[in-house]
């Protein structure tokens, strides 16, 4: 199909279902649900799947779809959307203010859901058509923001017999209309740590005959990033940051604990996987210094987003052909972390940032009770991910010669 034609049909679907995009959006919007808890909005999607003549499949907790679009002859290709809100209160004036106190969808989970939903029935119906070239399988994921719904997708066969996947995210810094692609890693591992340190406690006219513990958290909070800045390449970009910090009770007394919490980020792969074995070592020579004893819990989250090189041109080329020219922006590493990592390790696919600022208009950051978008973003992403679909089908088509096809050198 030509970017010509494709783009008409994307035109005279949107022409019809565009609106109710932005309602089932709004829909969401109005009643976001935390990780592993997202039963109305998995009901919301297996209901309109199955109106578009499909026949959804809820994962085994309840929340979560996959769904088939087309026949197995020929290469499968996935696309995925988490569906997933956060733990933050609505802070916007607006009709579609969520329901839920402590609930909104601030990371535009709403606005992927809602554009895999418009893609699923526009592949339906080109499948019906019988214009579809192989099977494109729709992941509908929970639990991205724990994360971990990646996992549960896979380990329920979501990404079984699929040769290349393909995501989107909101990016309040690019305008409507414009992709954000990048070529290797576009965002960082992201692990959480967390650190105690226990002492006998004492005066604190008297810190010589204890340990003075708030001194030496202080030195574990300052040390620790400071010198892992000069224990890993920098190129790796190993952050260490503190977001909570918790010691003591009494202005003249030395606590006997406290504890510091903080996130590790990072861009190198081989950095990350070596993180903890130096964190704890470089922990345990700070406390010792200070006569302190100190513990370490380390989670695991995601690694890096890694787009694989191909798949990225086949994002490219399919926002030419659906969006037009110039509509392909580069995009900077990001140091956020995003479960859609998981399924790149195992098969190849990419990650794009798809704009929806207002031209002109304000930024609204995402992990902000403020957070919107400008809804035209919706048909944007339907008409990049169908035509990436397509796009990705027919390009991971095997080449069958014929004799035919073979032209002899004169």
Request: aromatic content about 4%; hydrophobic content about 40%.
């Amino acid at each position: 199909m030509q970017g010509r034609e494709l783009r008409g049909e994307l035109d005279g679907f949107l022409a019809e279902h565009e609106q109710e995009l932005v309602a089932f959006r709004r829909d969401l919007h109005m009643h976001p649900e935390l990780a592993f808890a997202e039963y109305r909005t998995t009901q919301r999607i297996a209901e309109r799947l199955t109106a578009a003549g499909l026949v959804p499949s809820v994962l085994p907790r309840g929340s979560g779809v996959i769904c088939d679009v087309g026949s197995g002859d020929g290469p499968t290709i996935a696309l995925r959307a988490d569906i997933d809100a956060l733990a933050l209160p609505d802070e916007k004036d607006v009709s579609y203010r969520s329901t839920a106190p402590g609930a909104c969808h601030a990371c535009g989970h709403d606005v992927h859901t809602s554009i895999l939903l418009g893609t699923s029935i526009f592949l339906a119906q080109q499948a019906a058509a019988g214009l579809l070239p192989g099977r494109v399988r729709l992941i509908f994921q929970p639990a991205e923001e724990l994360p971990g719904g990646a996992l549960e997708v896979m380990a329920h066969g979501g990404i079984s017999g699929v040769d290349r996947i393909f995501g989107l995210h909101c990016d309040p810094r690019v305008d409507v209309g414009q992709i954000g692609l990048k070529a290797g890693p576009i965002t960082s591992a992201c692990d959480k740590l967390v650190i105690r340190v226990t002492g006998p406690g004492g005066h604190t006219a008297r810190p010589h005959l204890t340990a003075d513990l708030v001194f030496a958290l202080a030195k574990i909070l300052t040390e620790l990033p400071a010198a892992l800045s000069r224990r890993v390449d920098p190129r790796s970009s190993l952050s260490l940051v503190w977001g909570k910090v918790e010691a003591g009770s009494a202005a003249n007394a030395i606590p006997d604990d406290g504890v510091a919490e903080g996130t590790v980020r990072c861009l190198d792969e081989n950095a990350w996987h070596a993180a903890p074995d130096l964190i704890k070592a470089l922990l345990e020579a700070v406390a010792g210094a200070y006569g302190v004893e100190a513990t370490m819990e380390y989670t695991r989250g995601v690694p890096p987003v890694v787009n694989d090189e191909m798949s990225v041109e086949m994002l490219a080329e399919a926002a030419h052909r659906a969006l037009g020219a110039g509509s392909v922006v580069p995009t900077q590493q990001s140091l956020g972390g995003e479960d859609f990592a998981w399924y790149l390790e195992s098969i190849p696919g990419a990650f794009a940032r798809l704009g929806t600022r207002s031209p002109g208009g304000l930024t609204h950051d995402i992990h902000q009770g403020t957070f919107d978008v400008d809804e035209t973003a919706i048909g944007m992403g339907v008409r990049l991910m169908a035509a990436t679909a397509l796009t990705a089908l027919w390009e991971s088509r095997p080449v069958t010669v014929t004799e035919e096809s073979i032209t002899t050198p004169a």
